[in-house]
């Protein structure tokens, strides 16, 4: 606070001591001023009072005298007395009538003020008239030195006819005066009081004014101290301010000691703390760091970016699970000395562990005891084929990824080749009941879906595929090794092992995948399959055949094959059928027909579909054919499953089946009919092309 | 074991295109990313730089000479020997993987470069079952980056 | 001034020599280049230079030992840590052994002569 402010402050009060001050030497002169007027008045009242006593005394002694007189006495001391006594008479009455120095009551000179109001001055008037012709007379009296009969006889009777009247004159001038400074005192008393009273108001103004400014700058005070007790009692974060010799200040915030599961105290040093909470070497390079800061030769911008304490991992014995803590140190300085550190301290334990179990998700590989026991049971032939398969369609993945650019092909047309190969290893992975790949597979899916919105792809995007593809071939790896070591064990001990066909294998594939989709869909699914044919075919289509019955046993439960209630009250039984047969027509050409006895595949309600999706608008929809909204199915993206799950709805699985037809090589004949079946007829040969029968009475076998 | 994810491998990008950026004011990017574990699109000169401590393998960008030609007409620089050349692909690589401790930690431990004239593009002894190849365009040019690093558990 | 540039890269040493030059920094004057930490101690025992410029990363002798080694021997000279390693406990010992500022690599013109300036302001 400059001094400037602080004199603004007190203004108030300062001009209003300086008025007390001014108002009470005032008072103090009129105190003077009324007491020396009072003395003055006091003088004349004293010595008017004297003026009564003295003209008693001039009487008594020409009285005296004239007794004497009559025996033939004179006493000179009389005399001398009557003198003095009347000459002190007349100078006094003289000095009421003009003014003038005159003995005073101790035989001393005072002044004596001539009286001005108008009684008393017409007292002193006519006493003076009265007095005259009597000094006269008193004079000869005073002067002679023997016994003058007739002029003391004179006087006499003068004084005996004029005495009272003297008298009740000098009477009258005394109550005059007294009366007079009465008033003057009951005038000068109100004035004082008025005055005293005004001081008193002033005082106490001051006095309040003064007490209300204390109050309300304690009352600041203690605002201020109240708002940071409330504040270091509420926030969430650790607050600490550090001396140089890396003591606690006396102030701290209430939530530190919990942060830092230590408690905190005023003045205990800190270093032990930290170097309870954080590892050695965090913690040496901390206390480099904090000597540094009091340092202060290090400019501020680059000591921020060098804090080591962010994002530290603690563990107390508190704690169950490791925690984040981040410190942040700010310098206190004051001419260019750090006084201080204010440290805040903040749990950040959720923004790290979210980042970290998102980062974990993505890249995880693990072997858990679930997926070994699903590898002890299935057939490690039947592994082995798959694990070759995804490999080698992994491998075509990174073939497109590294090729991305030189083919120049669209984001989107890169998204969906990879999707293809995903979605078949996914449903594979299904199949042989693989869960592990089958999740991962999945992730890779949803990323794919969500790239493949996009027109371009940042860095992180692009490296997600590769990240991706590492994690399930470490995934991949990771259960070859585990199947090798199966293998050798089995071959120990039963050299008789023999691998299952592949039609029985591909049966109980399918069979376990139907099994798993109709649980997840809450549906009733018989799979009757005759793939006996298999085993006379190559490997390779027999497995490209297992991925189309794959993808079409999902699409049959999903989308064909109706729940129970619905069934029932179509007159059909609860329980839906789909057949898988491989056969052979009499020309030697091989016939691999998919049919269920679902609801058939109806274009109404593929638009209804397709508008309720909102990814199609009513105009497109009804511009498009039945055999184009039908064709729709085939294309990539396309879906008209309400939620994505694992089961369907990434409108790849067509996409993928029409791919795989075309690797093989052949026609595929679809026929359907609403409410009763869809049949999938794939005749394997060169140059393959759907045809739709929409109206098929029979399906044609 | 946690592999590297998108965002470890980001780091490096990050730091070659804001290697480009600060000295030639044009970033680089990212063209494609792959996984390899022989053929590596390795070019005239290559910076090796191994890591260590908390981390395995090794890091290579491996520039055509056209590229760093460019780069150091780009730094004013006039010596454009093969020294200089493989002391540029050696400074780009050493200059990633510093930067790249921000993020890692002091715990990545980082050789000086190692830099190499014509590298074979067959690499022993990776520590990867698959590197990944992250191939770079600056300009016209492409440049590879290979990451063989894994975290050790 | 003098200034000693100790750096393993032969770019990055004539890179800071041009750009003093470009920035017309008059009150600097380049006195010796070294390549690794030991050919440091033994040009700055020769030519006492005011600053240095440091890189950390380098064969023989790495920048952290090599400064503490010349601040050993003049407690006076600024260095300035010019490197790529950008983790926070390399710099604070860089700081803690007597390094006066640091400047990340890649850096552009502006960036090292203001670093450079700051430097000897104080």
Aim: a negative charge; hydrophobic letters at 40%; charged letters at 25%.
């Amino acid at each position: 606070m400059s001094s400037k402010s602080t004199l603004n402050k007190y203004l108030g009060i300062i001009f209003a001591v300086s008025l007390f001050l001014v108002f009470n030497l005032a008072v103090l002169g009129l105190n003077f001023y009324t007491s020396s007027t009072l003395h003055n008045d006091a003088v004349s009242i004293n010595l008017s009072g004297r003026q009564r006593m003295l003209s008693q005394r001039t009487t008594k002694v020409l009285l005296t005298m004239q007794v004497d007189a009559a025996q033939g006495k004179l006493d000179p001391k009389n005399t001398a007395e009557l003198k003095k006594v009347s000459s002190l008479f007349d100078t006094t009455l003289n000095g009421f009538k003009s003014g003038g120095t005159v003995v005073g009551g101790d035989e001393r000179p005072v002044y004596l003020e001539k009286v001005s109001d108008g009684v008393a001055k017409h007292s002193v008037d006519e006493a003076l008239r009265i007095w005259q012709p009597y000094k006269q007379l008193l004079v000869p009296v005073i002067n002679s030195t023997y016994i003058d009969d007739i002029r003391l006889d004179m006087a006499t009777d003068y004084a005996r006819e004029h005495n009272l009247k003297l008298l009740k004159l000098m009477n009258d001038l005394t109550t005059q005066l007294e009366k007079n400074t009465k008033t003057k005192a009951r005038n000068l008393q109100l004035i004082q009081t008025i005055a005293m009273v005004l001081s008193l108001l002033l005082f106490a103004n001051i006095v309040f004014n003064a007490l209300r400014k204390l109050r309300s700058a304690d009352g600041e005070i203690e605002k201020a101290q109240r708002e940071t007790t409330e504040i270091l009692n509420t926030v969430k974060e650790g607050l600490i301010l550090l001396d140089p010799q890396l003591s606690v200040g006396s102030q701290f915030s209430s939530s530190v000691s919990k942060i830092l599961q230590h408690e905190i105290t005023a003045n205990m040093p800190f270093m032990p703390v930290l170097e309870q909470l954080v590892s050695a070497e965090i913690y040496a390079s901390a206390k480099d760091y904090i000597e540094l800061l009091f340092g202060n030769k290090v400019k501020e911008s680059l000591m921020l970016s060098l804090n080591p304490l962010t994002e530290v991992k603690v563990q107390t014995k508190n704690d169950t699970t490791p925690r984040y803590l981040s410190f942040q140190f700010n310098r206190v300085v004051e001419e260019k000395r750090v006084l201080h550190l204010l440290v805040t301290v903040q749990d950040v334990t959720e923004q790290v562990t979210q980042a970290e179990e998102l980062s974990k998700l993505k890249g995880q590989s693990s072997i858990n005891l679930e997926l070994l026991k699903k590898l002890l049971q299935v057939d490690t032939f039947q592994l082995r084929q798959f694990l070759n398969n995804a490999q080698t369609g992994l491998d075509a993945l990174n073939v497109i990824l590294a090729n991305a650019d030189k083919r120049a092909a669209n984001q989107g047309e890169l998204a969906n080749q990879c999707f293809r190969i995903i979605h078949a290893i996914k449903g594979e992975a299904a199949a042989i009941g693989l869960e592990a790949i089958e999740t991962q597979a999945h992730q890779f899916e949803e990323n794919l879906v969500s790239l493949r919105k996009k027109t371009s792809w940042d860095a992180q995007e692009i490296l997600s595929l590769p990240v991706m593809l590492s994690a399930m071939l470490d995934q991949i790896r990771q259960i070859e090794t585990i199947v090798n070591v199966i293998q050798e064990y089995r071959q120990v001990n039963s050299s008789a092992y023999k691998p299952p066909t592949i039609s029985t294998s591909v049966s109980n594939n399918l069979k376990r995948l139907a099994e798993q989709v109709c649980q997840n869909q809450n549906k009733n699914v018989e799979l009757k399959l005759n793939l006996d044919l298999l085993d006379r075919m190559e490997t390779k289509t027999a497995h490209q055949l297992q991925q189309i019955a794959i993808q079409l046993i999902r699409n049959g439960i999903y989308h064909g094959i109706e729940t129970p209630s619905i069934r029932l009250a179509k007159g059909k039984s609860a329980h839906g059928e789909i057949l898988i047969s491989a056969l052979m027509n009499p020309e030697g050409a091989i016939d691999f027909i998919v049919r269920d006895d679902g609801q058939g595949i109806v274009p109404s309600r593929i638009r209804t579909s397709m508008i309720a999706s909102g990814r199609y608008s009513n105009e497109i929809v009804s511009q498009l054919s039945d055999k184009e909204i039908v064709g729709k199915l085939f294309e990539p993206g396309f879906s008209t499953a309400d939620n994505p799950d694992k089961d369907a709805g990434r409108g790849v699985g067509m996409d993928l089946v029409q791919s795989l037809i075309n690797e093989i090589g052949g026609d595929l004949k679809i026929d359907t009919k609403a409410d009763v079946f869809t049949q999938f007829a794939f005749r394997l040969s060169k140059h393959a092309k759907p045809s739709i029968n929409l109206n098929a009475t029979e399906a044609v076998v | 074991m946690s592999d590297l994810s998108e965002k470890d491998i980001e780091i490096f990008i990050e730091a070659i295109g804001d290697y480009f950026k600060q000295i030639t004011k044009e970033s680089a990017s990212v063209g494609v990313a792959y996984l390899a574990k022989n053929a590596f699109p390795m070019n005239d000169y290559t910076g090796v730089i191994t890591v260590s401590a908390d981390y395995e393998g090794a890091l290579y960008f491996s520039a055509p000479s056209a590229m760093l030609r460019h780069l150091l007409t780009a730094m004013k620089e006039t010596n454009q020997s093969d020294e200089n050349l493989l002391d540029a692909v050696g400074e780009i690589a050493n200059t990633i993987s510093g930067n790249a401790r921000k993020y890692f930690g002091e715990n990545m431990v980082i050789s000086i470069p190692e830099k190499i004239a014509y590298l074979p593009d067959n690499l022993n002894e990776l520590v990867r079952p698959y590197a990944y190849v992250i191939i770079i365009k600056w300009k016209h040019y492409s440049a590879s980056l290979i990451v063989d690093i894994s975290r050790k558990r | 001034m003098k200034l000693m540039i100790v750096d393993d890269s032969n770019i990055i040493r004539s890179r800071i020599s041009r750009i003093m030059v470009d920035a017309r920094l008059p009150p600097i004057e380049i006195v010796g280049y070294a390549s690794n930490g030991a050919e440091a101690v033994a040009l700055f025992i020769a030519t006492r230079p005011e600053i240095v410029t440091m890189d950390l990363t380098m064969p023989e002798m790495d920048g952290v030992e090599c400064t503490t080694l010349l601040v050993e021997s003049d407690p006076t000279a600024r260095i300035l840590i010019v490197s790529a390693l950008s983790d926070k406990a390399t710099a604070i010992e860089a700081l803690k052994n007597g390094a006066n500022g640091f400047l990340y690599k890649p850096f552009t013109d502006d960036e090292l002569v203001n670093a450079l300036l700051e430097l000897i302001k104080e």
